[in-house]
């Protein structure tokens, strides 16, 4: 079993940037493959961004492409979620995801194909 735990949400102004944490325990870490999604109110969750941890690969939503950045610190069984020039329209609760199977590329934005899920963190942007 994997334990996810999300943290760093908040509210912040259009333009600011906030940066989410998700710090893993349980099983080997580096095994996994990682992602965030997130979920607006009333709308389904969608994917954002997703790492492998072995050789740093990483994918993001066009969406979010520039202005976000994933990364992972192996020591630390952390992910990390750099969010800056943030709209209005990146409001929602953001999720913590892991897997252990290896999948193509074009699969890690599939929300069923990760296994382990966090709580969620609440991000607000404010126009």
């Known amino acids: 079993q994997v334990q996810l735990v999300e943290s760093g949400g908040g509210s912040v102004q259009a333009g600011g940037s906030l940066r989410l944490s998700c710090a893993a325990s349980?099983?080997?870490?580096?095994?996994?493959?990682m992602g965030w999604f997130r979920q607006a109110p009333g709308k389904e969750r969608v994917f954002v961004a997703a790492?492998?941890?072995?050789?740093?690969?990483?994918y993001y939503a066009d969406s979010v492409k520039g202005r976000f950045t994933i990364s992972r610190d192996n020591a630390k069984n952390t992910m990390y979620l750099q969010m800056n020039s943030l709209k209005p329209e990146d409001t929602a609760v953001y999720y913590c995801?892991?897997?252990?199977?290896?999948?193509?590329?074009?699969?890690?934005?599939?929300?069923?194909?990760?296994?382990?899920w966090g709580q969620g963190t609440q991000v607000t942007v404010s126009s």
């Open positions: 995801a892991a897997d252990r199977a290896i999948v193509p590329a074009h699969l890690v934005t599939i929300r069923e194909k990760y296994d382990y």
């Open positions: 790492i492998f941890w072995s050789g740093g690969s990483t």
């Open positions: 349980g099983r080997t870490f580096s095994t996994f493959r």
